[in-house]
């Protein structure tokens, strides 16, 4: 299992430009949890207050999809849309920091046991107050990533509806 310290934190994309000394200060903010096989770490809808960053395992991230069937109610199913491990640096939920009844947008399970730092807002919040320099570059790390996101999320859509567009067509 890896352990949570400033080595694995320099790996992590969220804490790109910061020294060891800040790193220090983020990691005696953060707490580490394991979760079962199986376990949501993340529940699409739920209102959530914390990031989390995946220490060792495998996770899927997923979302419901509404369908409604001719002469039948609406049907909930789950869309897997990514599968994240250790290894990837990844990070999730990043959203919770910021917005105080901020809904999660998609479910995450653990596919295998796993382990997680947690990063909870009240604890993020004040540490940014006391030190601006973390908070400067850990909101331009979020902006730089979820404008990745949000431009890959873009193309996707774009290609699904040109796919619709031409399949409308036939």
Known sequence: MKTLDIDFLKRIPLFTGLSSEKMEKV??????????????IIRENEIGH???ILLDGEVEVSRM????????GM???DKMLNKLTANDHAFFGEMGLFHENSERTASVIAKTRCSVAVLEQKSFYQLTESD???GYYILKNIV???????DKTTKDV???TT???LALER
Not at 27 to 40: K, N, Q
Not at 65 to 72: Q, R
Not at 144 to 150: G, H, K, M, T, W
């Open 75 to 77: 049907d909930q199913r």
């Open 50 to 52: 914390e990031m989390y």
């Open 163 to 165: 796919a619709l567009s």
């Open 132 to 134: 601006k320099e973390i």
């Open 27 to 40: 990691l005696a903010i953060m707490t580490v949890r394991s979760i079962a096989e199986g376990a949501f």
């Open 158 to 160: 774009l290609k699904l």
């Open 65 to 72: 999809l509404l369908l409604k069937a001719a002469g039948a």
């Open 144 to 150: 730089r990533i979820v404008s990745e996101r949000l």
